[in-house]
C-alpha cells in the first residue's frame, strides 16, 4: 500500500511540475534558513559545556558603584590570591592575566621570525589547567608553569612558530624583551570556547612584564586583563560565598567612593551575558530561533494554499478512488505520502542550500559553525523531525479536505468554496505571512536607520582621515617625539598626536579624581584621555572656554569636558577654570585651563562620561596622524617606512579610525545583515503564497470574468475584482504588524542612549513595498485572466 502511495505521488508530482516546483522551492529555502540558524545556535549553547564540573566553575566579577553602577569580567589583581588564602569555599582558584595583540618573536638559524599574535599571551597560575579542562598533550600539568619564563602553547601555535620542529625547550621573545621557554603542548582549544588564546606563560613572570598587574597590594584600580576562576567545592552555593565577599570592600577599600561588589558568575552565563562582555546575547538567539520558526510557517502556509488551490482539479480523481471503494484515511495518507515527499525533496535542496551559505553565515557571526551529517545526532535528528512536523503542518488540512469530498459532488464537479477550505482560511494564512514580512522589513529599515544614525552623527570630533598607529614596547619620550616630527615633515600629513585613546574607543581608562582640593573623591568616575598639546587640533575637539594645555611630558594641566562641569553642579563651564584636579592617588595633578564641547567618548549605546585630557607620556601608545587623503597611499607608505626604520625588530600596522568606530556596532551590523537575508527570503516565500491564493482565485470566478465580459465589464475592472482582495488583506496584515514591530524595535533601541525616534515614513515604506511586491507577484495571473476569452472562459465550466 504504502509503495503504491509513493507511486502515485510522483506521478501526480510529474504531472504538475510547476506545483511541485514552487513548493519543493518555498520549503527548501525555509528549511535551510532551519538548518543553519539549528546549527547557529546549537553551537553557541554549547559553549564551554565541555568542561568537568562546568556547574562549580565560576568568574569573579564587579559590580561597581559610583553615581551609577558599571560592570566588569575582572577583579583587583590581589582578590584571587586573598581568597585562596582567606576562605575555603574553593576547590582550586586560579588567576589569568590576558594581553592581546602582543609581538612574539622566534630565532631560527640566524633569522628572527616577528609574528604578531591577535589573541595575545595569558600569564597563568597553574590552578587554571585543573579548573578547565584544557587537555595537555605533552607535558605535566603541575610542573610546566612552576618556574619563571616557562610557557605552553596550543598545538597550532608550535606549528605557527616553530613549524615541524619539536616546540619543547624551544625559545621565543615577548615584545623583544622577556625570553620564555616551552615546557608543554596544549591540545588546540576548541571553537566552542570564548577563551582562544594560545600562549600560557607562568604567572611567577607577570612582575617582570607588568609589575602592576602582579603586585598583590593593588586594590585601588582594575585592569580588564585580569580575571579570577573558581571551582566551588561541591555543596557550595555562589550565595554562600557572596556574602563574605563585602569584607574586602570594607579591608581594602574602606573610603573609596567607586563600591565594589564581587559576584560569582556561572560558567554557564559567561558566553550570553553582555553586561561583562557575553559576546552572544541570548535573545538574539531567541530572535533567531523565531525567525526560523516564522519562514517554515510561512513555507508550510504555502504549501497549504497551493494545494488547497490543486483541489479542483483532483475533485474527481477523489470521487472515482470513492466509488471504487477507497475510504477517507487511505486517502488521507494517499495526500500525506505526497507531501512527505515534497518535504524530503525540500530537505535534500535545503541541505545543499546550507553547506552553499554556511561560509557566509560563519563570516557574518564570526563563528566557526559546521554541518555534519554523519556525527552529528542532534542535527539529524532535528532534519528529521523538521521533515515530520512539516509534512504533518502542511499536508493535515489539504489531505482532509480531500479526502472529505463527497463523490457524487466531486464526479460532477458541483464542489462549492465551501467544500475545498474556502477563503478565509486562506485569507488568514495570507495575512500571517504578510505580516511576518512585514515585522521583518520595518525592523530591517530601522537598524538601517539606526545604524547611518551611528555612523553619520557628528561625533564631536574629527574620525575621517585619520589613522592610529602603535607606538612601539620600549619606545622611550624622545624617540617618540622624533617619530612625531618625520611624520609631520611628510607633505601628506596635516596633524600628528601622541596619546593612549581617541576620543572614542572601545578600551577606557576611568578613575576616580579629587577636584579643587577637596577631601574626598567625586562619586562620579572619569575617562582619562592622555594626549599631547596636539590632541585637540589633530581631532578638531573644540574648546568652549580657556585654552589649551602646553606640551608637557608629565600631568601639568588638563582639559574636562562639558559633562564633567555639569556633574559638579556648576552653573558654567568657567567655574572650572584654574581649580585643581587630583587623580592617581594624588600622584598625578594639574590645574584645569580649559573646557572642551562634549564628544561621543564611547558607542551611541551608552552616555557621553566626563573626560580629563592630560599630558601623561609614559601612558602613550598611538600616533594620530591626519591624512590628506588625495595622496594617502604615498603618505602611508612613507610613514610605514619611518616606522619600520626606527624599530626593524617590531611589526608595522595601522588603522584608520572611523573603522575602529565602526567596530562599536558590529552586533548590530551582524542583525542588520541578518534581517536583511531572511526577510528576502520571507518576501519571497510570502510572493509564492499569493501565487497559491491568485491561482485559487482564477480557477473560481473563470466563469465569473466570463459573465463580466459579456456585459461589458473593462479590463481594469476585472483587475480590480483581484486586487482589491490582495489590498485588503496586505492592510490587515499591516495593521496587525505595525504595533508589534513597533513594540519590538522600541525595546531594541533601548540599548542606545543616543537613538532615532521611530517615524511614520518607516510604516509607509514596508506597506509600499509590500504592496508593490504583490503587485508584480499577482500582476502576470491577474492581466491574464482579465484577458481571456469570454467564450472560452464560460466553456471551461
Known amino acids: 500500500m504504502l509503495k503504491n502511495y509513493f507511486k502515485i505521488a510522483i506521478r501526480n508530482l510529474q504531472r504538475n511540475k510547476v506545483y511541485a516546483l514552487i513548493n519543493v522551492m518555498g520549503l527548501a529555502l525555509s528549511m535551510s534558513c532551519g538548518i543553519l540558524i539549528f546549527a547557529l545556535v546549537k553551537h553557541h549553547l ?68 616577528k609574528f604578531k599574535d591577535d589573541e595575545g599571551i595569558a600569564f597563568t597560575e597553574t590552578e587554571f589547567f585543573d579548573i578547565f579542562n584544557y587537555p595537555l598533550l605533552i607535558g605535566d600539568k603541575k610542573t610546566v608553569l612552576s618556574e619563571p619564563n616557562t610557557a605552553i602553547m596550543t598545538e597550532r601555535a608550535a606549528k605557527k612558530y616553530f613549524g615541524n620542529e619539536n616546540p619543547i625547550n624551544k625559545t621565543f621573545k615577548l615584545d623583544n624583551r622577556i625570553e620564555f621557554k616551552v615546557t608543554g603542548i596544549l591540545k588546540d582549544l576548541p571553537a566552542n570556547s570564548d577563551r582562544q588564546t594560545d600562549i600560557y606563560a607562568s604567572y611567577l613572570t607577570l612582575k617582570s612584564y607588568n609589575e602592576w598587574a602582579a603586585s598583590d597590594d593593588s586594590w585601588g ?72 520558526l516564522f519562514l517554515i510557517i510561512t513555507a508550510c502556509v504555502n504549501f497549504i494554499n497551493l494545494a488547497t488551490a490543486q483541489a479542483l482539479k483532483r475533485s474527481k480523481e477523489v470521487g472515482v478512488r470513492k466509488v471504487l471503494g477507497s475510504v477517507r484515511m487511505q486517502l488521507f495518507w494517499q495526500f500525506i505520502s505526497e507531501t512527505s515527499l515534497i518535504s524530503i525533496l525540500g530537505a535534500v535542496v535545503a541541505i545543499v542550500l546550507a553547506f552553499a551559505a554556511l561560509p557566509y553565515v560563519n563570516t557574518w557571526f564570526s563563528s566557526q559553525i559546521s554541518i555534519n551529517l554523519v556525527n552529528d545526532w542532534q542535527l539529524m535528528l532535528f532534519i528529521v523531525s523538521l521533515i515530520v512536523v512539516v509534512t504533518l503542518f502542511s499536508g493535515s488540512y489539504p489531505g482532509l479536505i480531500l479526502a472529505g469530498f463527497q463523490p457524487v459532488l466531486a464526479l460532477k464537479g458541483k464542489l462549492s468554496q465551501q467544500n475545498i477550505g474556502g477563503f478565509n482560511t486562506r485569507r488568514t494564512l495570507i495575512i500571517t505571512q504578510f505580516a511576518i514580512s512585514q515585522v521583518l522589513i520595518i525592523g530591517m529599515v530601522i537598524i538601517a536607520n539606526q545604524m547611518k544614525y551611528a555612523q553619520q552623527s557628528d561625533l564631536g570630533f574629527q574620525k575621517e582621515a585619520i589613522v592610529t598607529i602603535p607606538i612601539a614596547s620600549g619606545t622611550d619620550f624622545n624617540k617618540q617625539k622624533t617619530i612625531k616630527n618625520q611624520f609631520s615633515a611628510l607633505s601628506g600629513v596635516e596633524k600628528v598626536s601622541l596619546f593612549f585613546r581617541p576620543p572614542a ?8 579624581v579629587k577636584f579643587d582640593n577637596r577631601t574626598e573623591d567625586e562619586v562620579f568616575r572619569v575617562n582619562v584621555k592622555s594626549g599631547d598639546d596636539e590632541y585637540l587640533s589633530t581631532f578638531d575637539l573644540e574648546l568652549v572656554t580657556g585654552r589649551n594645555i602646553f606640551p608637557a611630558d608629565s600631568m601639568r594641566e588638563c582639559l574636562v569636558n562639558e559633562t564633567f562641569v555639569r556633574k ?50 609614559d601612558n602613550y601608545d598611538s600616533y594620530g596622524v591626519k591624512l590628506n587623503m588625495a595622496n594617502a597611499q604615498t603618505t602611508l607608505a612613507s610613514v610605514e617606512k619611518i616606522w619600520t626604520q626606527a624599530h626593524p625588530d617590531q611589526i608595522y600596522e595601522y588603522q584608520f579610525l572611523d573603522e575602529s568606530i ?60 483581484f486586487g482589491k482582495e490582495f489590498s485588503r488583506l496586505i492592510i490587515i496584515a499591516f495593521l496587525v504588524a505595525a504595533p508589534l514591530a513597533w513594540w519590538l524595535m522600541s525595546n531594541w533601541l533601548q540599548d542606545f542612549k543616543f537613538r532615532i525616534d521611530i517615524k511614520i515614513d518607516v510604516f509607509i515604506l514596508a506597506i509600499t513595498s509590500t504592496f508593490v511586491v504583490a503587485a508584480l507577484t499577482v500582476g502576470y495571473q491577474v492581466i491574464k485572466a482579465a484577458l481571456m476569452n469570454p467564450m472560452k472562459s464560460l466553456r471551461s465550466e
Request: hydrophobic residues 40%; glycine residues 8%.
Open 221 to 292: 584600580g582594575i585592569s580588564s586583563s585580569m580575571q579570577c576562576f573558581v571551582l566551588l567545592r561541591p555543596g557550595i552555593s555562589p550565595a554562600q560565598v557572596e556574602k563574605v565577599m563585602p569584607a574586602y570592600v570594607k579591608k581594602y577599600r574602606p573610603t573609596s567612593k567607586n563600591v565594589h561588589h564581587y559576584k560569582f558568575q556561572p560558567l554557564a552565563e559567561m558566553h550570553f551575558d553582555a553586561r561583562y562582555n557575553g559576546p552572544m546575547d541570548k535573545k538574539n538567539l531567541w530572535v533567531l530561533s523565531f525567525i526560523g
Open 505 to 512: 574607543s572601545g578600551s577606557n581608562w576611568s578613575t576616580s
Open 662 to 721: 565602526a567596530e562599536f556596532y558590529e552586533t548590530e551590523s551582524i542583525m542588520l545583515k541578518m534581517i536583511q537575508a531572511f526577510s528576502g527570503i520571507a518576501i519571497f516565500i510570502g510572493c509564492l503564497g499569493l501565487y497559491g491564493l491568485v491561482s485559487f482565485m482564477v480557477t473560481q470566478k473563470t466563469k465569473e470574468i466570463g459573465i463580466r465580459k459579456v456585459l461589458g465589464s473593462s479590463i481594469g475592472s476585472i483587475i480590480w475584482i
Open 46 to 113: 554549547s559553549f564551554d559545556n565541555f568542561h568537568a564540573n562546568s556547574d562549580r566553575i565560576y568568574r569573579i566579577v564587579t559590580e561597581q558603584h559610583r553615581d551609577n553602577i558599571s560592570y566588569t569580567n575582572s577583579v583587583p589583581n590581589p582578590l584571587g590570591k586573598a581568597f585562596r588564602n582567606d576562605y575555603t569555599f574553593g576547590e582550586k582558584v586560579a588567576r589569568i592575566c590576558t594581553f592581546d595583540d602582543q609581538l612574539i618573536t622566534v630565532k631560527q638559524g640566524n633569522e628572527i621570525k
Open 568 to 617: 559638579l553642579n556648576l552653573a558654567s563651564p568657567q567655574e572650572v577654570i584654574g581649580k585643581t584636579i587630583s587623580m592617581n592617588g594624588g600622584h598625578s595633578t594639574g590645574p584645569i585651563v580649559g573646557v572642551v564641547k562634549d564628544f561621543h567618548d564611547r558607542s551611541f549605546h551608552e552616555e557621553i562620561n566626563p573626560v580629563l585630557i592630560t599630558t601623561l607620556a
